[in-house]
Every structure is written in C-alpha cells, then in structure tokens.
C-alpha cells in the first residue's frame, strides 16, 4: 500500500492537526478499494473492468457538531489541510444544532487483522475466470427458448488503516468474491427471467476465489435455463391468501426490508427521515413489541465467518458483535452507532461503516438472520396441504417506515397436498411487516440454512452502497396477500 | 481558470492515448469537488467536503475491449493503468457485436452551465441556508431535515477516433422534509446550477406548509381515483418510464415496454417526453460519458412512441448514430412539455380523488406493461368535488405508467426540475392505490 511505513506517522499528523484547530474528537481512515468486474453477456464479455480508489477522510467533532473532508491525496501537507478543512466544517455545522454530539464510550484497540481467504482473486488469471462464465453461458444458451444471458463476477479487496484521537489504530484486510448467472426468455411480448444462485448479479462472501467455485454456476446453468423457458407457458399467480413459503434468497431481501432498516437506530431517531425514512420500530417499543411469532429469533453478527456483512471493527474502531434483534418474536435490539448508542446509555453495537474513503461512516447492517428452525424443507412442503412456494427476487418497495411491503418474485410453484405443483409467473405478495412475521409457523433448519451476500444496499446521502449479508432458511407463513399478472 | 484546467486534463488524456498501443483508445476524466450538509431534527447532523478525480481507460484490440478506472492521476499512474486496461484487453475474447469506439457524431451544443456562486459556496453560507428552513419548520411547531448539496465536476474525454469533448459545470440542490404537528409530513425541493437561484426559505415554507396542512391523516379504502400528481411524484413516475423503455439497448434486446410500438400512440396525445442535454432549464450536459453531443430525442411526441437513447455500442451495432447517451442509453434530461393548468384548477376540476405529493422507494412491477409500484409520502389528500377534504394516510400504488397517462386529464404550467427530470403537475382519470399504511 501508498502508506506503508508511513501510516501511522501520516494519522498521528493529521490527529494532532484536528486537535490543534479545536477538535474534541477527531478520527482518520485510510482505505484503498481494488475492484474487478467480468461480466459476459449472451455470449460476448460486454464488460471488463477494473477499478482502484486510495484516499483519506477525516472526521471530528467541533463545538459539539460533526465535521467532515476527505482527499485522495495522501499526504502530510494535505493530511493537515483536510483536518482544518473538517474542523471549518464542524464549526459550521454548530449554527444549527440543538444538542451536542456525545458518544458512547469505546474500548480502544490496536493491531493489524486480516480476513482469512484461499485463493486471491486478483492473482486468478483472466482466462479462467472468463472460462468458467463462458462456460455456464453456453449450457444456457443450449436452450433455445433463453434470448439473453448475463453471467457476472466481481472482487474486491480493501485496505483500511483507522484512528482516533482516543489511541485507536487498526489496520483490516478483507477480500471478497462473488458471481451468478442469469437466463431471460422472450416470447410474444413476455420477458421471463431466472437466477442462481441469487438475482442481481449473484451470491457474495468475505472470501477468495474458492467461493465462486464453489457456487457451481455451470452445474445449475441447465436448470436455470429450463426454468425461465418454462415461466413464458406459466399461468399467472393466483390472486388471494395463500400459505407462502419464502426461499432463502427471497427471505433474505424480507428481513433486509422489513428487519435490517427499521433496525437502524439512526433511522429510528430521524436521521435519514428526509431521504430513506424512518422506522415503525421506535425506542418504546423495545423488549415489548411483538414482531413476529415466538418462533421468530434474529441476530446482526458481523462475527460470521465468510459474512459479507463480517469485519473486525466498524468505522468508529467498535469491535465486531453479535446482537440480538428479535427474541422468540420480541423486538430486541438495534444497529447503533456510537453517537446513537449513547441516547440510550448504551455502548455502540459496531455498525458503523463507510463505502469508500470519502465518505462518513453510517450505521449499517451486518449480517441480519433468521435463525434456524426445526423443519428439513421437504417437511414444510409436505406439511402444507395448500399453499404457494416462491423463489429469487424481482421486484421489491417498502413505505417509508418499513410496514407496508410488496415484494415480486422471479417464480412461484403450486403447493398441493404436500407437494410441489405446476409453476406460476409474475408472482407478488405484500403485507404489513408485524403481521407477516407474526404468522410465520415453521423454519427451516441448518441443513438448509445458506449466508446470502448482498453488495448493493442503498442509504444516504450521498448515496453509499453497502455489503451485507443475511443468514436464512425457508420458512412458511399463513395468510399472505398474492396476485400475479397476466 | 477553466481553459487552464482544461489544458492540464487534456495534457493527462492525451499523454494516455499516445502511450497506450491499443488499436483504439480512449481516456476520459471525471472530476468533482463537492459538499453535503445534512440535516435531521433541526440539526445539522453530517456535514462534508469531498474532492475525487478518476481517469478511466478503454482499450480495443480488433473486437476485444476492456477498461479500467484509477484516481492516481498522475502520469505514472495514468501509464500504469493504459498497461493494465491493455493486457486486459490482449487477453479478451473478441466480441462480435463492437464496431468500433465512438467517431464525433455532431457539434457538442453550446452551454455553459458553471456558476462561481455554486462552487464558492461555503459550509457557513450552507449552514445560514438550512437555519431559513429550520425556522420555517419552527413556525408550525415541526421540525426539519433534509440535505443541500452543491458540485463542481468536470467531465473530459478524448479517444483516437477524434473525440475530444471537455466541460465543468456545477450544481445545487436542496431537498427538506418536515415532520408537523398530528402525524402531518411535507416535502419541497429545487435543483440548479447556481445555488443563489434556491431559496431556501421558500422551500422551507411550502414543506412546513404542507406538513401543517397534512396532520391528522385519515384512512382511505384502496382502490380507483381520480388523481393528481404534483412534480415531485411526476418527475419519478417519468424516471421509472425511462427506466423500463427508453433505452435503444433494452429496445433491441427485446425487454423494453415499447417493444413493437414505436411509432405508435402510446399515451395520452397530449403528453410528450424527450430528452435533451443542451436545455438550460435542467442541469446541462453538453455530452455523455463517451464524448458525444447529446441529441435532443423525442421520445413520446404528441402521445407517440418516436424515438429511443443511444450509446455507440448498441448505435453501431444497429446501424444507427449514438444519440449521446451513454451508458445504455441512459436519459440524464428527461423533459415533458407542461399544459396550461395549475393546480388549483385541477383540484376544482376533481370529483373524487387523490392529490400525491410526492412518492416513495418506487420500483418496477412489470416491466412489459410499464407497471410500477411505491407508496405515496409526505402529503397525500383526498379531494371531493372540487376541493381538498382532508389528508390521507399513505396509500400503496401498483399502476401501467402508460395507462395513467392515457388518462391525462391536465397538465401543469409550471415545469419543476428534479435531480434529472423536469416535469409538470399532472391531473389523470385514474390511478390505482392497492394498499394502504397505518401513518
């Protein structure tokens, strides 16, 4: 890296120059993002790319207020002129406050710690990586019903050295890899698609090349296909209450929406009220609310192993943690920030983080998940005499405070007397979020229980995009509102 | 000081192209220095400044492309790059479907859209703005948040195929949500390119208006309504209508809505829709990321479906001239031709319906028929013959964008301009809410 040998000299320099302007707090975080995208589609690598960012943001708190700047030049000279920068900033901010800035106390640590991987994916040669994708296209594309195919993988690699004004210095490594596939059939006027492992480009981990491997995208490329050709001759989903059962990928995008959001404290105390929201699950409700049924327990652990949502501190130096979010169906928990913990006398639960050196940390999720229930997955479909299984996702809005949801799936099968049926297209349910999970009756259990990786959340402003994961298995709930279009 | 800076990017992208030995070459900048003062219950909450300036690199060999991004951009880092994006390239499968990197297709139109009061702007100018809303908020015992940002950018490309576009520009915006009294929301917001054309203030007194107006919301039974769209919601509602149809990409690969119709009657005779980067009602863009001059589209005239947004991959490859739309015929100046209403008169001229301030995390429903689905926000109101009865709780809306507008009723005289849409208010016959919230 630019830094080495120097990084601690350059945070020290641009600490004490925050301090020296009037900071009561300051901290410094440089990161370098190395990126690469291969994605080839309908046969032909339409996109090849790679992309490398390096730079420093420095954030303090001034009279009480936050302030903030960032450059990519890592430099002493420009390392002092940034602090100044955040400090004007600061003060600015102090015209307009109501209260000051307090956060919550932090154990202060030092080290250099990195995420454990096989096979660097910037070390695997092009060739093979554009091998493996070509190879699932062609056994797409062997089914003459699918018109378009996209076949994607991407990496990333960040180096991130943090430090505070109260002694912490942390170096992380971490390296992540993903990919997926996807078909898209077309027919007089219908356009039909399916995924796998997931939708939107695939399933992600904190780990090496050996996960995209192991996501034997050649081996399910004939089934994918198949699929979308079959959803163009599919009757539409029926309209009305059914039973549903959500697989995993799909209920890791519900509790994303209808869990992971509202769980930001800073949504909840109006933080993001202008731009994503706010949240129905606001303090009083906390230890009483019922969110879901008893069978309902979720966590946000950033301690996972592989976890898209894992590190080992936040952005604010917060060691990583496992928090609870519903117990037995009681809202429990938030992801809290050090300046949000500290409204409710908390210590920070570690989630603050930033997509990149120019921006500010912000809370985000971990890796939010349902726990495991008790069912193997051929025991909930034989367990459901009627009813709708449906899968990956399509189409997804949530209102503004995470009750009011309609979710599209990709497709959706027929539960009749225990077993799967014939399959429907256009599927889409939607609810109101305490009563959704309020009548899930049955989890699958850990055999059937998959880490998804999610690298495209969305929040602030500007907008940051951030990775995540969710921990599910498929599970079953009554009553759900459905239709499907023509 | 522009011209100068100009010559120091062309400098770097020209050094590029004559260090680099790929068949083609291009090299382009994107340069920004910018600030976000955030606010969320009457504070300033996150307030920053951030400076970034990328190089991006694309080489071909014969039909093999591949590219690269760094924000080293000095000519080491430049050169280290060019080698890269070129062994990339050697190592490429050729691609059939590229012709060629973009010839100049037509003259860059002539605007000028930096304004020194936006890129002098300083954190205590923007602080002094957010207090103006602030204090409108006070008046009606709410409270606000929201954000103002400001941009400076520069854009740069050259390639060897002639090329050589460059521009600097600015912009501003300041969007504001304030939380009244009872359960009432409001929202207002204004983008430009000079920041001394927002008034903050003002916008501060149409959101704390409306959020006064909207407390106590009431219940309404899903279903059918007559319905008026302000800007605010129209401006999304056309977003999502490029979203789902107006690239010439999405058009060829056969997942556009306007599959088979073009050149037929789409909508309403009275709505039409194009894109054009040289107006200076919008934030202007004289080219896309390729370089090219933008061309003014029509892509909705009179009700019909006219015409669609080019790159030069998906232009070439069709035998057609890129229309200065890259990415993937992306519409970056979305513009519908206002009417000759104003709001007022399409309340008058209401029997039953609903008033939409503004909507909420829209996404598409089905992509061929154009149907999207989001949740009304910060100010929905029933009206009963002729005028506004009360506010309403939030409703769901699953709706054929198409099919809405078959139903224009009335359109607005007064265009306002979103981040990348300008748009009337929209008065229609009906619109469909499928659900409803509890706030």
Known sequence: ???????????????????????????????????????????????????????????????????????????????????????????????????????ADVDVHEGKFTMKYDVDPFDVPLE????????????????????LTDCSMEFWKFREVFASSEGAYIEQEKVESGAGIMATAIRDGDVQRRSAPITSGGDYAAAGYEFVESLKLVEQAEQTAKEAVELLSAPACPSGDFTLILEGSMLALQIHESCGHPIELDRVFGMESSFAGTSFLTTDKLCSFRYGSELVNITADATLPGGLGSFFFDDEGVQAQRVDIVKEGIFSGYLTSRETAAELGWRSGGAMRADNWDRIPIIRMTNINLLPGDYSFDELIADTPDGIYAADVKSWSIDDKRLNFQFGTEVAWEIKDGSLGKMYKNPIYSGMTPEFWGSCDGICDEDDWRLWGVPNCGKGEPMQVAHVGHGTAPARFRKVRMEGAK | ???????????????????????????????????????????????????????????????????????????????????????????????????????????????????????????????????????????????????????????????????????????????????????????????????????????????????????????????????????????????????????????????????????????????????????????????????????????????????????????????????????????????????????????????????????????????????FTGMTRDGTF????????????????????????????????????????????????????????EF
């Open chain 1, 1 to 103: 890296m630019e830094y080495s040998g120097d990084a601690r000299q350059f945070c020290d320099r641009v600490l004490e120059r925050a301090r020296e302007c009037g900071a009561s707090y300051a901290d410094v975080r440089i990161l370098r993002r190395d990126n690469e995208e291969v994605l080839l589609r309908t046969g032909k690598v339409e996109h090849l790319d790679r992309n490398s960012t390096y730079g420093f943001g420095v954030r303090v708190i001034v009279d009480g207020a936050w302030g903030f700047a960032s450059s990519p030049d890592v430099s002493m000279e420009t390392g002092a002129r940034i602090a100044e920068e955040a400090v004007k900033v600061a003060r600015a901010s102090s015209i307009v406050k109501r209260k000051n800035i307090r956060l």
């Open chain 1, 128 to 147: 093979d990586k554009i091998g493996l994708l070509k190879d699932a296209d062609t056994v797409l594309r062997q089914n003459e019903g699918v018109k």
């Open chain 2, 1 to 371: 000081m522009i011209e100068d800076k100009f010559g120091k990017i062309r400098a770097l992208l020209e050094l590029a192209l004559d260090y680099s030995s790929a068949d083609q070459t291009e090299a382009s900048l994107m340069g920004e220095r910018s600030a976000l003062t955030r606010f969320a219950n009457s504070s300033i909450h996150q307030n920053m400044v951030f400076e970034n300036a990328v190089v991006r690199i694309r080489a071909v060999f014969g039909k093999k492309v591949a590219s690269g991004t760094t924000n080293r951009i000095d000519e080491d880092g430049v050169r280290t790059l060019v080698d890269d994006v070129i062994s990339m390239a050697r190592l490429q499968d050729e691609n059939p479907d590229f012709v060629s990197l973009p010839k100049p297709a037509r003259p860059l139109p002539d605007v000028e859209g930096f304004y020194a009061a936006t890129a002098e702007s300083t954190p205590e100018q923007r602080a002094e703005a957010v207090r103006s809303v602030v204090e409108e908020a006070d008046r009606v015992g709410g409270t606000a948040a929201g954000a103002l940002s400001v941009r400076t950018y520069e854009r740069a490309v050259k390639n060897t195929m002639g090329v050589d576009s460059c521009y600097m520009g600015t912009s501003a915006h300041l969007a504001t949500v304030v939380t009244g009294p009872d359960g009432g929301f409001g929202y207002a917001h204004a983008t430009s390119g000079n920041i001394a054309d927002i008034d903050a203030s003002a916008l501060g007194a149409e959101a704390s208006y409306r959020a006064y107006e909207s407390r106590n919301p009431v219940g309404l039974k899903p279903g059918e309504y007559e319905c008026i769209l302000m800007p605010y919601a129209v401006a999304d509602m056309l977003g999502a209508l490029a979203w789902m149809g107006f690239s010439g990409k999405a058009y060829h690969e056969g997942r556009s809505f306007l599959c088979g119709k073009l050149g037929e009657k789409i909508v309403n005779e009275a709505v039409s829709i194009w894109d054009d980067g040289a107006d200076k009602r919008t934030i202007v863009s004289p080219f896309d990321s390729e370089g090219i001059g933008k061309e003014r589209v029509d892509l909705i005239r009179n009700g019909v479906a006219n015409a669609l947004l080019y790159d030069s991959y998906t232009a070439y490859k069709e035998g057609k001239e890129p229309t200065g739309h890259a990415p993937g015929g992306f519409s970056g100046n979305l513009i519908m031709a206002p009417g000759d209403a104003d709001v007022e008169q399409m309340i008058a001229n209401t029997k039953r319906g609903v008033l939409v301030t503004r909507f909420h995390y829209t996404n598409i429903a089905h992509l061929m028929t154009a149907s």
């Open chain 2, 382 to 437: 029933l009206i009963e013959d002729g005028r506004i009865i009360s506010p309403v709780k939030n409703l769901r809306f699953t709706q054929s964008i198409p099919e809405a507008l078959q139903g224009t009723e009335m359109i607005g005289r007064d265009l306002k301009l979103d981040v990348s849409v300008l748009a009337p208010a929209i008065k229609m016959k009906k619109f469909r809410f499928s659900s409803a919230t």
